[in-house]
């Protein structure tokens, strides 16, 4: 997943989870006389008018939001839109991210084996569209996110389940895993007990579909249907352009505080002049401008350390990456020091780890090289490149990781490494980075469920080879990952702790670089608006100050 940058300067599909914008913007200069030609919709012009919509406003770069159907993408910024619109059948508390059941009347029944999670659906759940959630729609959403040709980038997290392979990889009809008992009951069985398996189910990739409703508007699926049995209610979409939301009245949990969300499409400046005007009432904004909006909108600044991270990927499938000592070689020459402080500000935390702060199995120790130059150039040397070697990477041309990439091909140069930057567009990038060629990229991942799995055979599954440019495929590896599944959690610490440390310091899959820093302003006529350590904004306890 996940879901591919966090701070505003890296948000523009830096990765697999990435979401658009830029880091140009040095200072606002304090101007609140923009002009806007956003509509005064809000009602916050007048405060005792209560007959208007109460509408929160949001500024964020739409150009990678084309469609909000979760199965077919692993971006954050479509991920929070869609959890507004849809439920899962666990959900994740936005401070906390444990889960609870939402479309369920009380956390799931484990046998003693650990092998079957029996659930109970709340009876009277009605869908956007009127018609009740019964296990049938369960039924039908499971089958559909493991099809093998139309089902879900992310359905390698249910490879627990009995049945899954022969459902997704061999094309079965059904998922023989999962049994419905009647309307309102099913159980799921598991191949081997899994410990995170209730937090795989809370993920955004798998909300609960409408059978009849899905299935008879597949082609428009996320565009312009989107139905669910969520707090909000699709009302128009234009992709890359404008989302509005409208309260759900008929909601089965708690009904919302505000009326409706709208999201506009803007780069970071002009978001930053539109909140700073009262024009939104929500942007993020970039590690450069944190210091500045501190000291002038302390009460309305959120910063959240994201369970996440970021790590300079290397495609072990394509020339010179294919050879270790060249992998080796670029960890040597990297500077992290010059990313996390001179380009970050220190707003980041210099990373020594795939795995991050607050996933079992993170450890400090597990990178064993730091910036040496000369060592750089000696294992080039010794491998057989006396005059050093040519690597390339495409770059979303305005993004962080442009800033990035640059200040690399500054240090790497020193090392007798060129580093060609070609600038291109977000569409090129993806179809690059999905067909697995991008050489090196800054590949960012979050927590969609807290457990190291997340992590390792997220990405470095033979099965996401390709699809993510890795070029990583060790059979070894995989038979690690499907041993630490089944690990209970007390157990797993230590035992990814060594799969990453293989990763980092031993075939040189990856360079660690920073863990993330999030920073939202949030206007004073809203409260509530948390930015989670997942990297998704929660609005469910939102509300509008009158």
């Known amino acids: 997943m996940k879901k591919i940058a966090l701070l505003l300067a890296l948000v523009m599909?830096?990765?697999?989870?990435?979401?658009?914008?830029?880091?140009?913007?040095?200072?606002?200069?304090?101007?609140?006389?923009?002009?806007?030609?956003?509509?005064?919709?809000?009602?916050?012009?007048?405060?005792?008018?209560?007959?208007?919509?109460?509408?929160?406003?949001?500024?964020?770069?739409?150009?990678?939001?084309?469609?909000?159907?979760?199965?077919?993408?692993?971006?954050?910024?479509?991920?929070?839109?869609?959890?507004?619109?849809?439920?899962?059948?666990?959900?994740?508390?936005?401070?906390?991210?444990?889960?609870?059941?939402?479309?369920?009347?009380?956390?799931?029944?484990?046998?003693?084996?650990?092998?079957?999670?029996?659930?109970?659906?709340?009876?009277?759940?009605?869908?956007?569209?009127?018609?009740?959630?019964?296990?049938?729609?369960?039924?039908?959403?499971?089958?559909?996110?493991?099809?093998?040709?139309?089902?879900?980038?992310?359905?390698?997290?249910?490879?627990?389940?009995?049945?899954?392979?022969?459902?997704?990889?061999?094309?079965?009809?059904?998922?023989?895993?999962?049994?419905?008992?009647?309307?309102?009951?099913f159980s799921i069985t598991l191949n081997y007990p899994f410990s995170a398996f209730a937090d795989v189910l809370a993920g955004s990739y798998l909300p609960i579909l409408p059978s009849d409703a899905h299935a008879a508007n597949i082609d428009q699926w996320g565009i312009s249907v989107a139905i669910?049995?969520?707090?909000?209610?699709?009302?128009?979409?234009?992709?890359?352009?404008?989302?509005?939301?409208?309260?759900?009245?008929?909601?089965?949990?708690n009904v919302l505080a505000f009326d409706g969300l709208t999201v506009i499409n803007m780069d970071g400046d002009t978001a930053?002049?539109?909140?700073?005007?009262?024009?939104?009432?929500?942007?993020?904004?970039?590690?450069?401008?944190?210091?500045?909006?501190?000291?002038?909108?302390?009460?309305?600044?959120?910063?959240?350390?994201?369970?996440?991270?970021?790590?300079?990927?290397?495609?072990?499938?394509?020339?010179?990456?294919?050879?270790?000592?060249?992998?080796?070689?670029?960890?040597?020459?990297?500077?992290?020091?010059?990313?996390?402080?001179?380009?970050?500000?220190?707003?980041?935390?210099?990373?020594?780890?795939?795995?991050?702060?607050?996933?079992?199995?993170?450890?400090?120790?597990?990178?064993d090289y730091s910036f040496d130059l000369e060592k750089a150039k000696q294992t080039l040397a010794d491998a057989g490149y006396p005059d050093g070697v040519t690597v390339s990477c495409g770059v979303i041309e305005g993004s962080g990781a442009q800033q990035v990439f640059q200040i690399l091909q500054q240090d790497w140069?020193?090392?007798?490494?060129t580093l060609e930057i070609e600038l291109i567009d977000s569409a090129t990038w993806t179809e690059q980075r999905s067909t697995g060629n991008c050489a090196i990229y800054l590949l960012n991942w979050y927590a969609d469920y807290i457990d190291a799995d997340m992590f390792l055979n997220g990405v470095y599954n033979s099965g996401m080879s390709t699809f993510l440019s890795t070029g990583?495929?060790?059979?070894?590896?995989?038979?690690?990952?499907?041993?630490?599944r089944s690990l209970a959690a007390e157990d797993k610490a230590e035992f990814y702790a060594k799969l990453d440390h293989y990763l980092c310091s031993e075939v040189y899959a990856a360079c660690p670089m920073f863990y993330s820093m999030?920073?939202?302003?949030v206007s004073d006529r809203v409260e509530g608006v948390v930015y989670k350590g997942d990297y998704t904004h929660s609005y469910i306890n939102a509300t509008i100050i009158e």
């Not at 929500?282 to 450069?288: A, G, N, P, T, Y």
């Not at 270790?324 to 960890?331: K, N, S």
């Not at 990583?472 to 499907?482: A, G, I, K, V």
């Open 272 to 367: 930053l002049l539109e909140w700073e005007a009262g024009n939104i009432d929500v942007c993020d904004i970039s590690s450069d401008m944190v210091e500045y909006y501190r000291e002038s909108y302390p009460d309305n600044l959120q910063e959240v350390s994201f369970v996440g991270g970021e790590w300079l990927s290397f495609n072990m499938s394509m020339e010179p990456l294919d050879d270790i000592a060249v992998r080796q070689a670029l960890c040597y020459a990297t500077d992290r020091s010059k990313i996390v402080s001179g380009y970050f500000n220190d707003n980041v935390t210099t990373a020594m780890a795939i795995l991050p702060i607050g996933i079992p199995g993170h450890d400090e120790n597990t990178v």
């Open 518 to 521: 999030g920073f939202t302003l």
């Open 228 to 253: 669910g049995t969520g707090p909000m209610k699709l009302e128009s979409f234009e992709p890359g352009v404008e989302l509005k939301l409208v309260t759900n009245e008929n909601y089965h949990g």
């Open 13 to 185: 599909l830096l990765s697999l989870c990435a979401c658009g914008g830029n880091n140009s913007t040095k200072d606002t200069g304090g101007d609140n006389s923009v002009s806007s030609n956003i509509p005064d919709d809000s009602g916050a012009g007048d405060a005792s008018n209560n007959s208007e919509p109460r509408i929160i406003k949001v500024g964020a770069s739409m150009s990678s939001i084309n469609n909000l159907d979760v199965w077919i993408t692993t971006y954050p910024n479509i991920y929070e839109l869609s959890d507004l619109i849809f439920d899962r059948l666990l959900e994740k508390d936005p401070e906390t991210l444990e889960v609870y059941p939402s479309l369920l009347t009380k956390m799931p029944e484990v046998s003693e084996d650990g092998l079957v999670y029996t659930f109970e659906l709340k009876e009277g759940v009605k869908f956007h569209d009127g018609s009740d959630l019964t296990t049938e729609d369960v039924r039908y959403t499971f089958e559909y996110f493991l099809d093998s040709e139309k089902g879900s980038y992310n359905a390698w997290v249910l490879d627990m389940v009995q049945g899954m392979s022969d459902k997704y990889y061999q094309g079965a009809e059904d998922l023989t895993g999962l049994t419905i008992i009647d309307d309102y009951h």
């Open 472 to 484: 990583f495929s060790d059979p070894w590896f995989d038979e690690q990952l499907m041993i630490g």
């Open 413 to 417: 140069a020193q090392a007798g490494i």
